[in-house]
C-alpha cells in the first residue's frame, strides 16, 4: 500500500542480531501475524531480509526488516580492522563499512544458501539493510551469555552510524540474565534497552520497546506516536469484540430451550444429548472465532491429557471435571449426572387450563411475541416441560471463554507451545455469580427468541434491538470482571 503525497514515509526498522536469537519471532508477534517467516531452532534460519509493515489507519508507519543473522562477527571485526589499518588515511566507521560491502568479502551467490564467494555475504545483508533504515533493533536472547561475539556484534554496528535499541529477548523465561545483560549494554553506552519476550506477550513491554524507538528518533515523534495511540486502540477493539463474541455464546445457549415430555424418559433423554451436542458446537464456534479474531489457527490451542470429545477443545463441557477444573460447584443432579449441566422447567405446572390461558394471554400481550411465550405456554398445558443450560453450564461457559481471551491476550505469536487447558484454567475467570451478570442471565432465559439455535424462525426486529443492547451490557460485565481480577 502506497501512502498519500503528503503523508510522511514510513520509518525504516532493520531488525538485527546473533542467529537464532528470535529476530523472526519479534517481528512475528509485532505484526501479530504467526505466517511471517520461519521460526525454528535451527540456527540461520533466515537467509534473505525480508519486510513486513506497521499501519496506523490503514496507511504505513513503520517497514520491520527481518535480516540474516551476524554469524562470524569476531572474523568481520578483524576485517574490518586490517582495512583501516591498509587505509591510506584514517577513515571513520561508515566509510569502513561501506568499504566494506564493495569489497569481494561481501559478495556471494546468495541462491547457493552459502557464503561460497563470500565468506561475509550474511553479514553484509543485515549491514546494507542497517545503513538503509532509520534505526536498528538489535536482538539479544537474554538467556545467552555473554560472550565477545556480542561485544563485536555491537562494535560493527556503531560503525553503522545508525541509532540501536538493544532488544532483551525471552526476558519471561527463567534463565533470562537481564541484570548482567543491562551492565554489559551500558558499557557500550547503550542505555535505551528493551525488554520483550515473543512467546509472552505483554502490551506494556510492547510500548515501552516503541517509546525507546520515538526517543532515539526525535525528528520522528510523530510517526511512533501514532503508531503507539494505534497498537492501544486496536488492543481495546480487540477485546471489546472478543467480549461481545462470548456474551453472543451465552445468550445463545442461556435462551435457548427445548420443550420436552414430561413424562416420556426415552424422548427427553434423546432432547438431553441433542441440546448438549448444540451447546458443545456453539461453545466450539465461539473457540474458533476467537482465535480468528487473534490471528491464531486451532493449532494454537492443543488437546489436554483429559478426555476430549469429537475433537473438540478441552475436557467435555458437560463433564464433571470440566466443571471441578474450572471451580464450578456442582449439585447433586450433576453429581449423579442425570441430568449434568441441563435443567427442567416446570414453570406452570398445577396451574388449571384457564390460569395457563390466562397467563400466557398475559405474557404475549405484554411482550408482544405471543408467537413464542404464547407457544411455550400452549406445549406446557399439553404436559410439556422445557428443557435448558443451568447456571452451571452458563458460569463453566463463562470461565472458559473468559479463561481463552486471556491466554490469547497473553500469546505472542512466535510462540511454538500451543495453549494447553490445564494452564488456561488456573487463570482468573470471568465472575458468573456477579449481580450484574446474573441478573442478565435471569434476563435472557426470558426470552428464548433470541436463541439462534431456537427454532421459532426468524426473530423481530425489535426482539433482536433488545438482544443486541444486553449483549453489550453482559459483553462490557464480562470485561469489567476480568479486568478486576487480572491485567487484561
Not at 37 to 64: I, K, N
Amino acid at each position: 500500500m502506497n501512502a498519500p503525497a503528503n503523508a510522511a514515509p514510513a520509518r525504516k526498522v532493520a531488525v538485527v542480531g546473533h542467529t537464532n536469537t528470535g529476530k523472526t519471532s519479534l517481528l512475528r508477534t509485532l505484526t501479530r501475524d504467526e505466517t511471517f517467516g520461519e521460526v525454528s531452532d535451527r540456527p540461520a534460519t533466515t537467509r534473505h531480509v525480508e519486510g513486513a509493515m506497521l499501519l496506523v489507519r490503514g496507511q504505513p508507519a513503520v517497514e520491520l526488516y527481518d535480516t540474516p543473522g551476524l554469524e562470524d562477527s569476531i572474523g568481520l571485526l578483524e576485517l574490518l580492522e586490517r582495512h583501516r589499518a591498509g587505509a591510506a588515511s584514517r577513515i571513520d566507521g561508515i566509510d569502513q563499512i561501506r568499504a566494506f560491502l564493495g569489497s569481494s568479502d561481501a559478495t556471494g551467490d546468495a541462491s547457493a544458501g552459502t557464503n561460497a564467494g563470500g565468506r561475509f555475504q550474511q553479514e553484509a545483508k543485515a549491514l546494507r539493510q542497517v545503513l538503509a533504515s532509520d534505526i536498528a533493533l538489535y536482538v539479544i536472547d537474554a538467556r545467552d551469555r555473554v560472550l565477545g561475539k556480542h561485544r563485536d556484534e555491537l562494535e560493527i554496528l556503531a560503525r553503522c552510524a545508525k541509532p540501536v535499541v538493544p532488544v532483551l529477548n525471552f526476558i519471561a523465561s527463567p534463565e533470562a540474565q537481564i541484570a548482567l545483560w543491562r551492565e554489559h549494554l551500558s558499557r557500550a553506552n547503550l542505555h535505551a534497552v528493551a525488554e520483550f519476550d515473543t512467546v509472552v506477550l505483554d502490551d506494556q513491554t510492547e510500548r515501552r520497546l516503541l517509546e525507546k524507538m520515538r526517543s532515539l528518533l526525535d525528528h520522528h515523534h510523530a510517526t511512533l506516536n501514532a503508531l503507539i495511540e494505534e497498537r492501544e486502540r486496536l488492543r481495546a477493539g480487540l477485546i471489546t469484540t472478543s467480549c461481545l463474541m462470548i456474551a453472543d455464546l451465552i445468550i445463545d445457549v442461556g435462551a435457548h430451550q427445548v420443550s420436552v415430555p414430561a413424562q416420556g424418559r426415552p424422548q427427553v433423554q434423546d432432547a438431553m444429548e441433542s441440546l448438549r451436542q448444540r451447546i458443545r458446537e456453539r461453545e466450539q464456534r465461539c473457540v474458533d472465532q476467537l482465535l480468528q479474531l487473534h490471528r491464531f489457527s486451532r493449532q494454537d490451542l492443543a488437546a489436554t491429557d483429559l478426555p476430549m470429545h469429537d475433537g473438540r477443545w478441552g475436557v467435555d463441557l458437560f463433564s464433571p471435571a470440566a466443571m471441578k477444573q474450572f471451580g464450578v460447584r456442582t449439585g447433586s443432579a450433576a453429581a449423579a449426572g442425570a441430568v449434568a449441566g441441563l435443567t427442567i422447567d416446570a414453570m406452570v405446572g398445577g396451574l388449571t387450563l384457564g390460569a395457563a390461558t390466562a397467563l400466557g394471554a398475559a405474557i404475549g400481550g405484554a411482550l408482544g411475541v405471543a408467537h413464542t411465550h404464547g407457544r411455550r405456554i400452549l406445549d406446557r398445558m399439553r404436559g410439556h416441560s422445557e428443557l435448558a443450560a443451568d447456571d452451571r453450564t452458563l458460569q463453566l461457559l463463562l470461565a472458559r471463554q473468559g479463561a481463552l481471551l486471556q491466554a490469547l491476550q497473553r500469546r505472542g505469536h512466535a510462540s511454538l507451545e500451543p495453549i494447553h487447558i490445564n494452564d488456561v484454567a488456573g487463570t482468573p475467570q470471568v465472575d458468573g455469580k456477579s449481580s450484574t451478570i446474573a441478573g442478565l442471565m435471569d434476563d435472557i432465559r426470558l426470552h428464548p427468541s433470541w436463541s439462534r439455535l431456537q427454532e421459532f424462525g426468524p426473530a423481530l426486529a425489535w426482539s433482536e434491538a433488545a438482544r443486541q443492547t444486553v449483549q453489550e451490557r453482559l459483553a462490557k460485565a464480562i470485561h469489567a470482571s476480568l479486568a478486576s481480577r487480572a491485567t487484561l
